[in-house]
């Protein structure tokens, strides 16, 4: 078995807020994060397949065709975007870096037909991140 | 002379648009950066002074004090924060590098007393920067 | 589940050799890194935590919590400091990346009550690292 | 158990075809990277041994004697080389960075004689990654 | 006066070689990188224009105008190809990071309308870059 | 004229103070830095030589040759050392960056055959670096 890891970027801004809680609840949990007009970040996703080469082309699965299921199904949704506001699949999530590598997994997972769906690793900034293994 | 440079970091979300353009020339214009509800970036800002080592300690400037120079002077005012919307200093302005670096530049230049500001150096994504000497 | 991870940095000096050799041993095994004046790295770690994201607010663990409990417990023993002389839990510990880690996940580990450490990465130099999971 | 990891560097020009292929297959799958005259890459081999610290050094191997290993029987074939031409080990195989990485481990692994050779790493761009641990 | 950069990236092949030069003076002067079947390398190419912000856009030059022009006029005719055998106009010249650099500024130079080229960065590896200005 | 630059690594230990002022005084101008046994960091230098390339070689100066000049005149005495006490050109200077990136060029310079000297770039860490031209 080989991992074969594509890493894309998007930018996007963000707030961190949980409606139920009070203004200085929110204000103690999410800090310089809960900026009503929100910030916003530069992301890289590393979206890793697991598989076995094919021997007549010695890919896992053919890159140029994992950029486009990452693309068509998940960047072009969020790049450029308020994750808040204009990204269906993230509507009523608090956009931490978890949930939103939870979505990018929901989003990508069943395009991938070569090889299957490993891990995903979301970059916040260059000293924060997380990877999600779909193990829900 | 050495040119000394200390590198710092902010994030914060912005929208391009330009309020005396149509819908259309914004979209024509600022195209994805036009989204209005913003998107974001992790901004690296390179703080270059230039000057003599001073003798007794070696330093042109103790790196210590102008990152303390840059904190309180521009990253306190822009880091989580939206730069359309937040900052006292950038109302007016559309946001682009090229008008944050200049900003930058104005907010800390007055502050150096050691050695003399010599650029700023905006990184708004990996691939994209600006560089900003002042001389307007 | 999910795993987090916060980078964190330190500058530090150190010498490799074990005082039960003979110098020709020492240098035999260590070479340039037993210099008995010492030299020294600009240190990264990765502290990786497991776990299941809270609902209430999306975080597994809030990372300015994690980045405290690494600081209060790891770093400030070791940031700006001769690991031979100046830390307490490496006294009589010869500093190598595996044996820093080591320590760093001792000194960690017991700290971290939101999800649960998994694995601490230490970087010497961007061609040297190591990881280690507490599997001892 | 430690992770130890040693990267190291090198530089080689490759075409990615099948000769069972047309033109027009060869074409269709591997579009870009089937350029007759070749294109090329700066690839970064992580190589990553497990074990346990040898309590004598605090070593689980020597990253000396690990680079050694890597370059006299790997990095020396592959060096400044045409992948598809020069290299004995890859007479015959579609240099993807699929089938490279398996051969930096067929390589590499006979040799590692301090714990045991866990995985490899292959970056053919920053973008582009493959992870092999052996486990055909 | 403000510079504004834009970062790109080509994958090539190429050989370093005199053709009036005997094998063994091109061993001696190009050493590994004369091997007949060539080897290569991930360039990135940092292209520098200078000017005043636009008061309208508050852009110097549109970046993804630049992106394009560089585009098209550069890294189409050297992404994916071997820099001696495929590339139109580096017939005739050892293909060089100095070389290189110079092609690359006299195709993008008389397409920048907006502000003028300042400067064109040519990165062979991590560790080699040429910087050429214009100035011949 | 093209400016080629070669990065070279190396780590080492360092102690800022003044012997000629108090352990107050020190402390309050070099703060974790005057740590009496020392901490360390790896270093990052820049070497950039400016001129005309050689028609018959396409280099301005062979990368080889300069790592070599670089490597015998100044990484050699520096790397795996304690740089206040282990490098004669060191010796009586407080080695702060500055002062390293001004020994490094005197050291350098009168090398350097192919070309002249341009600049010499020191980065102490990430975030902390100076650069000299040697206009003393």
């Not at 978890?98 to 997972?109: K, L, P, T, V």
């Amino acid at each position: 078995m080989i991992f074969v890891t594509r890493k894309m970027h998007f930018s996007a801004s963000h707030r961190l807020f949980n409606p139920k809680y009070t203004d200085e609840e929110n204000d103690a949990v999410f800090d310089k994060c809960n900026n009503p007009n929100g910030h916003g970040h530069n992301y890289y996703l590393e979206v890793c397949v697991a598989g076995e080469p094919n021997p007549e082309t010695g890919y896992v699965i053919d890159l140029k065709i994992l950029k486009r299921i990452v693309k068509v199904n998940f960047i072009d949704f969020v790049d450029h975007k308020n994750l808040n506001l204009d990204v269906p699949f993230l509507r009523g999530v608090i956009p931490t870096a978890e949930n939103i590598a939870i979505a990018a997994w929901d989003q990508i997972e069943p395009h991938v037909t070569d090889g299957r769906l490993f891990s995903v690793t979301l970059y916040e900034t260059e000293n924060n991140f997380v990877e999600y293994k779909g193990n829900r």
